[in-house]
């Protein structure tokens, strides 16, 4: 290989969002050379997505980062469905029984100052515009802001997590079937004279639906969409009209004023045939999009990239084979389609139009609240919670499953639950109490050990991200 081909980054990730930031921070604390490149010169204020789940929770304690986020924003207990039917959030088997209301940018600026500080380069002003793959890896082009020289960049792999206009996705000629769902949703962020006494507030009428969720600092974000409407998603948000669609959905605007940003989008649910081509993946909205109904979105996401990114450094660095990178696909695909329905059947409910199918709607919704097995399933899987992978036939039943918190036994310095050893990037084996494990537990050959504080019998390895590998009882 020529110096001119040589190189630039083990992994090239396309897009500084939540999901290119998270892989490149979990790629550079395993040691993988990683550079982001982000086609925005600044970055953004946009609070377009602002719930974060359960399970991203998890998923972020595990790097360190909860603790922080939870601290800027407003932690709720429940969700409203219809009417007076609630998915109760509080009840979950998690450290984080409920959803963190929080700007968008809060994470991003975590994960970020996380990334950098493990030796990731960000690329701020670099626009993709092609690449082409060969069997060592993959030349991107790249066109900077302003009036610099085009130049091609090299990466053994590239991960495009550059959104719903995924540049990565159209280079690769990718197919992303699917439909428009919504058009013309406002969004605002807004300060309230007499906010709404149960929060998050929702209601859907004929002319349209209003969502109220408050970020804790004294403003609130404000969804709102009126039957009809069709302007073009750059077009300007006029208040008067967000107004009068909450007045519509609530009987009151709550006072509704200052708003301090606004935007308009479109919602499509779509998603791509598959996650890899060939040293090329996709991640997030550049793989899959769907409604907002739910929050699941950013979340999902996240959830991808903390799939991904250990499976890419163990392949990169020879601790596991090309087809691990297959796994990727083959787990976080059916979630995605998952989330597509969910959030699609959750959509199209709030879009009842007339008194019969709407009183339909309610009364299903009624009937569900008399059924908490059903709402607590919902629950499970909007948290993330109850996600799952699949496993091979005859395997112990908690393969595949997420790993529970585990209190862990005492040491001089080791961690006391088991999102604390996971911060090593590691596998973690856990032992059962009393387990004779040859030595202290530590970390050794890749794999940290650890032996639970309770009294189960069952010996754990639990990957990277969070899930079981193998478990073996007694």
């Keep these: 290989m020529s110096p001119r081909t040589e190189p630039t980054a083990d992994v090239l990730v396309v897009g500084a969002g939540p999901t290119g930031l998270l892989l490149a921070g979990d790629l550079a604390a395993s040691g993988v050379r990683v550079t982001v490149l982000e086609k925005r010169a600044q970055e953004s204020n946009l609070t377009r997505a602002f719930a974060i789940h359960a399970r991203t929770l998890e998923v972020l304690d595990a790097r360190g980062l909860a603790e922080q986020l939870i601290a800027t924003g407003t932690f709720?207990?429940?969700?409203?469905?219809?009417?007076?039917?609630?998915?109760?959030?509080?009840?979950?088997?998690?450290?984080?029984?409920?959803?963190?209301?929080?700007?968008?940018?809060?994470?991003?600026?975590?994960?970020?100052?996380?990334?950098?500080?493990?030796?990731?380069?960000?690329?701020?002003?670099?626009?993709?515009?092609?690449?082409?793959?060969?069997?060592?890896?993959?030349?991107v082009d790249v066109e900077p802001a302003g009036d610099g020289a085009s130049a091609t960049v090299r990466g053994r792999y590239v991960v495009g997590a550059d959104g719903v206009?995924?540049?990565?996705?159209?280079a690769l000629g990718m197919p992303f079937p699917g439909k428009s769902v919504l058009r013309s949703v406002m969004l605002?962020?807004?300060?309230?004279?007499?906010?709404p006494k149960d929060v998050p507030?929702?209601?859907?009428?004929?002319?349209?639906?209003?969502?109220?969720?408050?970020?804790?600092?004294?403003?609130?974000?404000?969804?709102?969409?009126?039957?009809?409407?069709?302007?073009?998603?750059g077009a300007p948000v006029d208040f008067d009209?967000?107004?009068?669609?909450?007045?519509?959905?609530?009987?009151?605007?709550?006072?509704?004023?200052?708003?301090?940003?606004?935007?308009?989008?479109?919602?499509?649910?779509?998603?791509?045939?598959?996650y890899r081509d060939g040293r090329v993946?996709?991640?997030?909205?550049?793989?899959?999009?769907?409604?907002?109904?739910?929050?699941?979105?950013?979340?999902?996401?996240?959830?991808?990239?903390?799939?991904?990114?250990?499976?890419l450094a163990a392949v990169l660095q020879q601790r596991g084979d090309d087809r691990l990178l297959d796994s990727y696909?083959?787990?976080?695909?059916?979630?995605?389609?998952?989330?597509?329905?969910?959030?699609?059947?959750?959509?199209?409910?709030?879009?009842?139009?007339?008194?019969?199918?709407?009183?339909?709607?309610?009364?299903?919704?009624?009937?569900?609240a008399l059924a908490p097995f059903a709402l607590d399933r919902a629950a499970l899987f909007i948290s993330g919670v109850g996600i799952h992978y699949p496993a091979p036939p005859g395997a112990h039943p908690l393969v595949g499953r997420r790993a529970p918190d585990l209190p862990l036994a005492e040491t001089a310095d080791g961690p006391d639950r088991l999102y604390e050893a996971l911060r090593a990037g590691t596998y973690v084996?856990?032992?059962?109490?009393?387990?004779?494990?040859?030595?202290?537990?530590?970390?050794?050959?890749?794999?940290?050990t650890v032996t639970r504080a309770d009294a189960a019998p069952t010996t754990l390895l639990v990957r990277p991200d969070g899930y079981v590998e193998r478990a073996t009882d007694g």
């Design 429 to 448: 084996r856990v032992l059962p109490r009393g387990a004779d494990a040859g030595k202290a537990d530590g970390k050794e050959g890749g794999v940290t």
């Design 241 to 274: 009209s967000l107004r009068a669609v909450t007045r519509a959905a609530f009987g009151t605007d709550f006072g509704m004023r200052e708003p301090r940003w606004t935007s308009r989008f479109h919602s499509d649910e779509r998603q791509v045939p598959r």
């Design 188 to 195: 605002a962020d807004v300060r309230l004279d007499v906010p």
């Design 165 to 170: 206009h995924s540049a990565v996705r159209t």
């Design 201 to 233: 507030a929702f209601n859907g009428v004929a002319g349209g639906f209003a969502f109220i969720a408050p970020f804790g600092d004294g403003w609130y974000r404000v969804i709102a969409w009126e039957r009809g409407s069709d302007l073009p998603s």
């Design 76 to 139: 709720l207990g429940r969700l409203r469905l219809f009417g007076r039917t609630w998915i109760e959030l509080n009840r979950l088997d998690s450290r984080f029984p409920g959803v963190l209301i929080t700007p968008q940018y809060e994470i991003e600026r975590l994960l970020e100052e996380r990334a950098l500080a493990h030796g990731a380069e960000i690329r701020r002003g670099a626009r993709v515009t092609g690449l082409r793959q060969d069997a060592e890896g993959v030349d």
């Design 329 to 368: 696909h083959d787990e976080r695909h059916p979630v995605g389609t998952a989330v597509l329905r969910l959030s699609g059947a959750i959509v199209r409910s709030v879009l009842a139009a007339t008194p019969v199918t709407r009183g339909l709607r309610n009364a299903l919704a009624g009937a569900v």
């Design 281 to 311: 993946l996709l991640a997030g909205d550049a793989a899959h999009c769907h409604s907002p109904a739910g929050g699941l979105g950013l979340n999902t996401g996240v959830q991808d990239a903390a799939n991904l990114g250990w499976k």
